[in-house]
């Protein structure tokens, strides 16, 4: 019997106002059922100077988490040679090529998506977001920080409330973390 695998969803980064706010949904599900409404599936790694989120399985996110921090403490508390560092690992080593989730990561100066296929993208604006309701919540949060003087909070509160009218995947039980 093959069971159905656990699904974290909806993770987006807002920098504005000198303000870096990292929000995710609370949901989980399991197929096509809520498991969870209450997720965490944010952290604060390198002694609170990134944020990082996770999309996707639950386990694997965690896992990835573990990693990263690893290669950022390695890397000095570069985020940028710490994600490059996960990145090759995440692509070439047999066990992580088989985990099944995206990374969100930002710290002051960088914004970072990460996945097991060796990307590393840094979006062009100051917003990203992942997961099943992640281009929901990325298109409002482009909307309102060109057309807005919302601070980071507002902004990415928001456009996860926006997101989460429209995807099935994400709720309202909204976590933040802010640097």
Known sequence: ?????????????????????????????MG???????????????????????AGSAADGLT??????????????????????????????RMLRRLEALLLVADREHILVL?????IIEPDADVAAIGSGGNFALAAARALLAETQLSARDIAERSLRIAADICVYTNTNFVFEEL
Do not use: H
């Open 1 to 29: 019997m093959q069971y159905p695998k656990t699904r974290a969803t909806t993770v987006l980064v807002v920098r504005a106002g000198g303000k870096v706010v990292m929000g995710s949904d609370g949901q989980v599900t």
């Open 115 to 119: 996945s097991g296929t060796g990307d």
């Open 32 to 54: 096509q059922t809520i498991v969870k409404s209450g997720a965490r599936k944010l952290r604060r790694l390198a002694d609170g100077k990134i944020v990082a989120g996770f």
């Open 64 to 93: 990835l988490f573990e990693k990263l921090e690893a290669k950022v403490k390695d890397a000095g508390g570069n985020l940028m040679r710490g994600a490059v560092e996960l990145a090759k690992d995440w692509r070439t080593d």
